[in-house]
């Protein structure tokens, strides 16, 4: 879940950046270079929309929740 919440926060942030006219990529860049947070999972964009996407996010996240529905 830990990718999931960076790339919902990263979609907040470059949210925030388009409506105070500000340059995401440069915003992307310094948040890349801080060790804590690293280059991976900051592209808001995915198949063109916000938020995760792919193989894995969903699929992971779905699990989670059929698993909270068992329990």
């Excluded at 470059?14 to 995401?24: I, M």
């Excluded at 193989?55 to 068992?70: F, G, M, N, Y």
């Amino acid at each position: 879940m830990h990718y999931a919440r960076k790339v919902n926060f990263v979609s907040v942030i470059a949210a925030l950046a388009d409506k105070l006219g500000a340059n995401y990529y440069n915003i992307r860049q310094a948040m890349a270079a801080d060790p804590r947070i690293g280059n991976s999972h900051l592209d808001p964009n995915f198949g063109g929309y916000r938020g995760f996407g792919g193989h894995c996010l969903p699929k992971d996240t779905l699990s989670l929740i059929a698993s909270l529905e068992v329990a």
